[in-house]
């Protein structure tokens, strides 16, 4: 017996038809590329969304063909995320970051057939055109005034092609289950693999993010989009900003301390998104300038991912701008989000240490996505907190398969996706990544998470950034290697990084060998054993 | 082209099986009808509604069937909701409040092959039973220890019923579209119809509640039920609590100020759920009683809905307990919350009277629903928080039509549920209900609002309960009587009253006609004409 309710698709253009009858007050910021601020409503964003289709159905472009764009996050951006995915098209959001070869790779893997890019990338654009096999022409996304000069044939302007497109547009009735957008994961072996994220999926992830228990999103704030929108679509910050209606901060390539400080504060940014990386480099900015991050800014929390988040980034944030980190997990397979550390009735009652250590941890699963940690032979682990074993994800908004069947089936017969990460989970749910599968040390036994080596690092004041690999060793199999960079005008020796690692390292902290400087045994992972 | 994503339904067993693998601390607190206390985690709700599905299998029960409570909110009821609707029966909560003529008659048309009731109930059932066409056999919510002697005949008890159902079990794979519960809306015209949820609506719905700009349920909450499970499932919040993970804590038949406040200090609820009566006689014991609610309770904030909560309750729980009140609106076949009234980033500006004042309204659609206010010619008016009109909606949890076609069809052209509600809608999206359309009091050319009369009244600290109607005018067409029940002890005269209502009357107030001791005419709604 169906159930007697209305059945309307969960659709991308959903969201921006709900936003664009919001009030209309400024809704979405942007730095431009030129530096200048841009601003905007939903209600604009739509009716360009609407021009954008208008224009793919001039150009000839078919429902579930592939529209590519290089570009920042700027407002032209969310317009091509709102009118491509809206028209029925799937919108590919390429990474300008990667080498060349892979860029024209992914390309003409997912035959796009147009591409859109911001004309910083026109070099970029000049050098990959001659390799891509599909795509018939390039829009700049800028006006006229603004096209550079260029040996690209047929270059299209994004305003004058929108322009030609005003009429009226309904968006279409597509299916929930249709392709709304394609992210390529570049892993460190084999060629990168498409992720083709579906409208449900999309929807249904936005809506994850407005959740209390998820970013908690609401009409009253303004996030500040710092993850990039080629990153797994902003981590679905761009469609769940739009569904509840918060303000939408832009920062186009700024991504550097001033420019983030400055937007945040001059746009009363409430939310944030962005990878540790980011933070670090934005927490060394105010910390230089001596600015009073707690006066100046309003910003209540930062959504981090990308890489498990340095216990001492969490804790600037806390003391020094009073803002919570929302350390979550997930990768371009999972949306990306599949887990976040909120906190249980409980955690009221933690002390600040205790608060910023439970923050450690990735979080726990919402509804939507389940977890489960297995060993090597497959057979489900304890959630003990200690215990570590290979991380299996399922859920709603994970991947079921590559984009045209790269590397063939993901999931296993009970449909658990293999994240490749290993990780503990305590008896409260909360997930804790100690390390990739192919990162993670194995030494005499023991495996030694090349995490725990780098957070422990980047907590010393005078260390910017610190990698630990594992090398071969005729004994041990492999031992840690740590790198570490200086900040600008600080010193540190070996003896006072290791004395600063005996400390930190936890439970039981770490033994030093005789037999090699750099190497350590941690007792942490003891219990899991191959 | 479809996207690449896992596909899971939408189901309200997934809701109880995610909860399930929840940390088991005691999550479901409930007043039995013998007012002990009982804890259960929600891995045991799901361990027995499991039992519940079986026991359905073993009496020959077929996925689509309904099944009939008669019950208060308990874990019994809370079982059944997983355990009927999880099996892929349909959950057919009947209102024990109804006439035993009505409920003959909900019962015959629902068709319900078993029905479960609260033993307190059983009068009732003795007095229907002879009436009921479809009922196989009646199940008493209780263990053998506590059937109560009777004339039914082979009087199930359901503890016994689940134990002897107690082997493995796991959900089926049902259609996310399939109906999951059905509530029969008791309008004062024709017959009961009943509204037929689908496991999809609910759970979207479900979401809605969990959102930071809905109800903002997370896992630190504990929510007391008290709004009954039989109106409209009690507004979703069995479905949300689980989902999230909150603690759901059920008053059994006690909702009553003593009770309520018990458990609240007793339980540390810090949402609750109800509709303003419940909360005006709430309020008055804690008054009576020179509570400090402030002191001893935890209670953050309380969705407020099924009528239109006079401002004076707000400011009560806003002053007196520092509870923010969520003001929400919606009916049965709205599942139910269709607006909810939370705050935009502008309102952190305002004065506390400000707020209390925007909490009159019922609030802003959220993703998902759409909403429109016409004349009667069905002419689209305007959002100028002046102009009311009649209001239609739309959305993934509206009702597309009534169980067995009653009433036949129910939506425009266009899609739009007609809500019979009369409305308006400010520039930033905010609805506020006028009347009822058939409620509303038609004088002279003038709507005058029944509800704005009665909120006026039952400001006034002498009045614990006012209604207003319209009585047949030779001139006017019709009159305002506004009746009212004062509080014990106090005394009102009858222009102590006028001056109190002249002055609480909106936009310029009310003018006294010479006419009748009882007229208002009210300037307010000057401007929606016929």
């Known amino acids: 017996m169906i159930g007697l309710m209305q059945k309307h698709p969960l659709i991308v253009s959903s969201l921006i038809e709900h936003a664009g009858k919001a009030p209309p007050t400024a809704a979405v910021v942007s730095r431009t590329l030129e530096g200048s601020i841009h601003r905007c409503t939903y209600s604009d964003i ?8 208008l224009a793919l159905t001039a150009l000839g472009v078919q429902q579930g063909e592939r529209i590519g764009t290089l570009a920042w996050n700027g407002y032209r951006h969310l317009e091509l995320f709102y009118g491509v995915s809206g028209f029925g098209a799937v919108l590919h959001t390429a990474n300008p970051r990667l080498f060349p070869e892979q860029l024209a790779y992914i390309i003409n893997h997912a035959e796009d057939q147009y591409l859109f890019f911001d004309s910083c990338f026109l070099p970029l654009i000049e050098k990959l055109a001659p390799h891509l096999k599909t795509v018939k022409r390039f829009i700049v996304m800028t006006d006229r005034l603004h096209v550079p000069a260029t040996t690209i044939t047929d270059l299209l302007c994004y305003e004058e092609l929108i322009a030609q497109n005003s009429g009226g547009y309904s968006w ?50 303004s996030v500040l989009l710092a993850s990039p929108m080629f990153h797994v679509n902003a981590w679905g910050a761009p469609y769940a900003a739009v569904m ?25 940014a409430t939310a944030a998104t962005g990878v540790p990386t980011v933070w670090l480099m934005f927490q060394q900015f105010v910390h230089e300038q001596a600015l009073r991050p707690r006066q100046e800014l309003k910003l209540r929390r930062v959504l981090v991912g990308g890489a498990a988040v340095p216990p001492a980034v969490v804790e600037t944030f806390e003391r020094v701008f009073g803002t919570r980190v929302l350390h979550a997990w997930g990768m371009t397979e999972t949306s990306p989000v599949a887990t976040m550390c909120n906190p249980l009735k409980k955690h009221a009652l933690f002390s600040e240490v205790e608060r910023i250590d439970l923050q450690r941890k990735q979080g726990r699963v919402p509804y939507g996505v389940s977890l489960r940690i297995v060993d090597e032979g497959g057979a489900a682990l304890p959630h003990d907190g200690v215990t570590s074993g290979r991380l299996f994800v399922r859920g709603h908004w994970i991947a079921s398969e590559y984009f045209r069947g790269e590397g063939g089936g993901i999931l296993d017969k009970d449909g658990w996706f293999d994240t490749g990460d290993i990780a503990t989970v305590d008896s409260d749910g909360y997930m804790q990544i100690t390390d990739r599968a192919k990162d993670v040390i194995k030494s005499g036994g023991e495996w030694i998470s ?24 005729p004994k041990w199999q492999e031992r840690p290697l740590l790198v570490v960079v200086k900040r600008p005008g600080l010193e540190l020796t070996k003896d006072e990084l290791r004395a600063h690692l005996s400390k930190r390292l936890p439970s039981g902290g770490c033994r030093m060998t005789s037999s090699s400087s750099q190497s350590f045994r941690t007792q942490q992972l003891e219990s899991y054993r191959k």
């Not at 892993?187 to 407005?210: D, F």
């Open 46 to 53: 739509e009716r360009r969304a609407k021009q954008v289709a």
């Open 172 to 221: 279409p009735h597509l299916d929930e289950d249709a392709a709304s957008s394609l992210c390529y994961t570049s892993g460190t072996t084999g060629n990168p693999k498409g992720v083709l994220y579906s409208h449900r999926s999309t929807v249904l992830h936005a809506m994850l993010l407005c959740m209390a228990d998820g970013f908690a999103l609401t009409a009253a704030d």
């Open 244 to 268: 509840i209606g918060a303000r939408t901060l832009l920062p186009g390539p700024a991504l550097d301390g001033a420019s983030l400080y400055r937007m945040m504060r001059d746009e009363e």
């Open 450 to 473: 090349s995490i725990d080596l780098e957070n422990a690092a980047v907590g010393h004041v005078a260390i910017a950034e610190a990698a630990a690999i594992g090398l071969p060793h």
